[in-house]
């Protein structure tokens, strides 16, 4: 087997065996938000949305993320019905991040990001904006632990608990999309 | 690079700090949680169940079931029925469907038969009728038109004199040409006398 076909294998059919505590509390908070406690639903937000926010800034423009997080979490409050493992909301919520982002290129009109020196003040220099770029041309199997990894701050156990991944695929695409995005980079020390 | 600063974030390594403090800007900035529109909040989620979808599925198939047996004892009870009132489409007597099949009962059925009739003696053809049953189930025939008999000749005084004096007129002609025709012959054979006559 090929090193991307086993990297992608491990990346989709992986599963987290380390119980947090979030995912202690992940079934009670789903059942009450979905006896309509808002209180619940907060802190599900509150948990995911980084996972949510990173995986959509991984394929959709820095300036649609916000808007789309909110639309992902409205979505998922509206279809809780249909979350089968009520311990597994981290994956469910990625897989409707990604349907919206796959969503968003079908509805929207194509778009640009503003150039650097057009941006404002809270957008990111030309050196982030490159290196952004970068990330995003590696395949999903990299893309998303890296963004995760690097924007989100997440370490690889939080991003194998939260996407019901196991923590050594998470290290394996971490390890081999940082040499990708290296070579991308023409970082020094990447190997050939 | 690290591996366990990249994993774990412990240790440094100044590569990926770097790129962590250029990326940060693009980082998820906590904000409102999205207020849930009551409608949606007060909507009862209810989650489906096992036995509901199974009920589901049996009641759909059941209901295609006899929706297909239906149309096939349709289609039966049309193909027996279709045959004993035809009715003929001719919506114009320029239009070559003309006629309708033996089977037709009776002509009442029949639309525009006058101009049918006389397309058919124009043309002596075979013609092609679309004939419709009562319950719109279209049908092509080919039929061949029926022989019109002929009515007996009566001829007026003048029109029986000509007929005789032409009919003399023929014999007459076909003696003379008896005539010269065994002249020529006993002249061939007095020219050719071992000459054989085959006729």
């Known amino acids: 087997m090929a090193e991307s076909e086993m990297t992608q294998e491990l990346f989709l059919y992986g599963k987290t065996t380390a119980a947090t505590a979030l995912d202690q509390d992940q079934r009670t908070m789903v059942e009450r938000t979905s006896n309509g406690d808002q209180q619940a639903f907060e802190t599900i937000y509150r948990s995911y949305a980084p996972l949510v926010h990173g995986i959509l800034l991984s394929r959709v423009p820095y300036d649609d993320v916000h808007d789309l997080v909110q639309e992902v979490f409205l979505a998922a409050y509206k279809n809780l019905g249909s979350l089968r493992d009520k311990n597994a909301v981290g994956a469910w919520l990625a897989r409707i991040a990604r349907n919206h982002a796959a969503e968003y290129y079908r509805r929207k009109r194509p778009s640009q990001e503003l150039p650097d020196e057009l941006k404002g003040r809270h957008n990111p220099r030309a050196e982030a904006a490159e290196i952004m770029a970068a990330i995003r041309s590696l395949k999903e199997t990299y893309r998303e632990p890296l963004m995760l990894r690097l924007i989100e701050g997440m370490t690889a156990n939080e991003i194998a608990d939260r996407t019901g991944r196991t923590s050594e695929s998470v290290r394996v695409n971490l390890h081999r999309g940082m040499e990708k995005l290296r070579k991308k980079l023409g970082i020094a020390g990447a190997k050939k | ?199």
């Not at chain 2, 989650?47 to 297909?68: D, I, M, N, Q």
């Not at chain 2, 029109?159 to 025709?181: C, D, H, N, P």
Request: aromatic share 8%.
């Open chain 2, 1 to 199: 690079m690290k591996e366990d600063y990249l994993s774990n974030k412990t240790g440094t390594d100044p590569e990926i700090e770097r790129l962590e403090n250029l990326l940060s800007a693009y980082r998820y900035q906590e904000t409102d949680v999205p207020l849930v529109p009551s409608k949606i909040r007060n909507m009862v989620i209810v989650e489906p169940k096992r036995w509901t979808l199974s009920f589901s599925f049996g009641l759909a198939f059941a209901a295609f079931a006899a929706v297909v047996v239906g149309v096939g004892i349709w289609f039966l009870f049309m193909d027996n029925s279709s045959d004993s009132s035809p009715v003929l489409i001719a919506k114009s007597p320029n239009q070559p469907v003309v006629t309708g099949p033996i089977k037709l009962a009776s002509t009442e059925n029949i639309v525009n038969l006058p101009a049918i009739v006389k397309t058919q003696k124009a043309t002596q053809q075979p013609v092609m009728a679309v004939l419709r049953s009562k319950r719109s189930k279209l049908r092509i025939y080919i039929a061949r038109v029926p022989e019109v008999k002929k009515a007996p000749v009566v001829l007026s005084k003048e029109e029986r004199y000509a007929y005789s004096q032409l009919m003399l007129a023929l014999a007459i002609t076909s003696e003379k040409l008896k005539v010269v025709g065994d002249t020529i012959n006993r002249t061939d054979e007095r020219t050719n006398p071992n000459r054989t006559n085959n006729r």
